[in-house]
């Protein structure tokens, strides 16, 4: 059984899994790896119980200080290491974790335990003073940022971990304490901060997630990608999340930690990289993203780090995945058996169909089109829009009606707003698993990352056309079109699949019933889907409507209502897969 430290602490050792509810998605990711076999770190949980107290009073639990020292005191034991002292020292991450994935949205603190005494220690075990340096510097960036929300001053590597500290008391206000225990109670106090964080609550109010839930935060031990050129850190997805391609896709960044390539600070290595520095590693990776698929019946987001050439798995989740492989992975996991035809219906939203139903640059307008920019395509999509390098500033335009293009250097969970406004994102640097791609697949936003230092500045006022498919930005507006869905081998059988779940038929303007319609296109009310439920009631005697909002969530769950045998809409697919959803919520 999980081990409990009292009312608010539990220590992870696979033997069962606790409520996700309960330890969040990352604790219960690395409680569920630890169940399979695979080489997790080992880590407690300080629960979401935990949190909502402290969101209630204002303060850390009662005891739970104490908790969470039988939780370290336990992780030692599981290492072999001492929290806070040599000969050996044990590190922590401290990351948070909800209930629901929210990638990006709230706070980790790697490497802590450090200070001058476990740095000395680190180095002599190691052999390498570079490298615990280097831990030590990373450790007190990142306390700087996520505990005492400041940017940390730039580190003169010339000076002393004491002078570093004096100079972020300078910027910050306060010294990052060395004492690890102290360290840790303010780390975890900064995650449960964290979940009503700016970014935090717009994203949940973006995705309809709940207040109340509360934060998770797992501690566990540290393995360290900066090591040497055998270690480093990467993302793996199963299957492709951007095209649905059944094969694995990947980043990896030699000598480096994770929060490297998820920052878009930096720009990894394709995931062949780790195959010609550690083979043995990338292939016990690859068994176990296969393993992890099968348990979990869907393609999984796996962030990993490799230690002088073995593996560790830190978190694994259900991707989030591109509309354009949102069908085609639905319709492959159903046929191989994972799934079943029901389930792969509802796992593509009629929203994901629109937008890969939607317009694409016209091949014509390609041949004269004028390139500006080009990195690589990480959520697809066709976005046209004014370039502007400000989130607060795209969020202004948009509401006044502007259509606009964010480009930033790079992005991070702070650009949330201004991301949601744009009709694309384009970044300077970063890669296919960065804040940007990840955040832009999520939101299906078209998103083009890895542009290049300064590429983008000189586009800030004009025009451009963003196809997030190819990783192209051309001047100007160009011609676009829709692509037929009777093409799309997926979409042709979820199609099938759909209607056989439906109550509600939809059939494409070309279809004789067709003709026998009530045609709401002149109805003003019809248009607005709060009054498309009253319209449609009120057709008596009618078989089928097209036009206005009919074809919308909101129409399609009222021409159920109203007892509607057809509507008529093209392209077909979302609002048969609307009606399939309305089908099995009744």
């Known amino acids: ?33 630890q169940a399979l076999g695979l080489d997790a770190p080992p880590a407690f949980v300080v629960t979401t119980e935990a949190c909502r107290a402290f969101l209630a009073s204002g303060d850390t639990p009662p005891a739970l200080e104490a908790e969470i020292d039988k939780g370290v005191a336990w992780l030692e034991a599981r290492t072999g290491r001492a929290f806070g002292r040599g000969p050996r020292p044990l590190l922590v991450s401290v990351r948070s974790g909800a209930p629901v994935s929210m990638p990006g949205m709230m706070d980790t603190v790697l490497n802590l335990g450090v200070n001058d005494e476990t740095e000395a220690a680190l180095a002599a075990e190691c052999g390498d003073v570079a490298f615990a340096r280097n831990t030590h510097k990373r450790f007190l960036d990142l306390y700087a940022h996520i505990v005492l929300r400041a940017e940390a001053p730039a580190f003169d590597d010339g000076k002393t971990p004491a002078q570093w500290r004096a100079a972020i008391a300078q910027q910050c206000g306060a010294a990052p304490p060395t004492a690890p225990r102290e360290q840790l109670r303010a780390a975890v106090r900064a995650v449960f901060e964290s979940w009503n ?5 717009r994203y949940r109010q973006h995705h309809g997630i709940a207040d109340d839930l509360g934060t998770a935060v797992t501690v566990q031990a540290m393995v360290f990608g900066n090591l040497d050129e055998n270690s480093g850190t990467g993302v793996l997805f199963s299957r492709n999340p951007t095209t649905g391609a059944r094969e694995p896709y990947g980043e990896y960044l030699a000598r480096a930690q994770g929060e490297d390539v998820v920052s878009g600070k930096f720009t990894p290595l394709p995931l062949s990289a780790l195959g010609e520095r550690a083979p043995l590693a990338l292939e016990a990776l ?48 159903a046929r191989e058996g994972l799934i079943d035809a029901r389930e792969a219906v509802l796992r593509v939203t ?28 990480a959520s ?4 046209i829009g004014l370039v502007v390098g400000d989130s607060d500033e795209a969020e202004r335009r ?130 607005d889907p709060e009054k498309i439920a009253a319209v449609l009631a009120a057709l008596k005697g009618a078989k089928g409507a097209r036009g206005g909002a009919v074809a919308s969530e909101e129409g399609v769950r009222a021409a159920i209502r109203a007892g509607l045998a057809f509507i008529v809409a093209d392209p077909v697919l979302p609002p048969l897969l609307a009606a399939a959803r309305g089908a099995t919520k009744a």
């Open 286 to 333: 690859l068994q176990a993203a296969h393993k992890l698929e099968q348990a979990g019946r869907d393609v999984q987001d796996i962030e990993f780090t490799v230690e002088r050439g073995k593996l560790y798995l830190l978190q694994s989740r259900a991707a989030k995945l591109s509309p354009h492989a949102a069908a085609p992975i639905a319709v492959a996991l």
């Open 398 to 527: 948009a509401r006044l009606g502007e259509a606009v293009i964010l480009a930033r250097p790079t992005t991070s969970p702070e650009d949330l707003h201004g991301m949601i406004a744009a009709r694309a994102v384009v970044t300077e640097t970063g890669g296919a698993t960065s804040h940007a791609a990840a955040v832009g697949r999520a939101l299906g936003l078209p998103c083009v990352v890895g542009c290049g230092k300064g590429a983008l500045a000189a586009l800030a006022g004009r025009t451009v056309t963003v196809d997030g498919r190819t990783g192209k930005i051309y001047d100007g507006a160009l011609a676009i079109e829709a692509p037929d869905e009777r093409e799309h081998q997926a979409f042709a059988q979820l199609v099938q699949w759909a209607a056989q779940m439906s109550p509600l038929r939809v059939i494409p303007p070309s279809a004789p019933e067709a003709a026998q319609a009530v045609d709401l296109t002149t109805n003003e009310d019809a248009a």
């Open 197 to 201: 964080s700016r970014r935090a609550k």
């Open 350 to 377: 009629p929203e994901q169909a629109r937008l890969v139903l939607s317009p694409h640059i016209r091949e014509e307008a390609l041949q004269s089109a004028s390139l500006l920019a080009s990195g690589e395509g």
């Open 380 to 383: 697809p999509g066709v976005g």
């Open 1 to 33: 059984m999980t081990v409990a430290f009292g009312q608010w602490t539990l220590g992870l050792d696979g033997a069962d899994l606790p409520a996700r509810e309960l330890i969040g998605g990352k604790a219960w990711s690395v409680a569920r790896m």
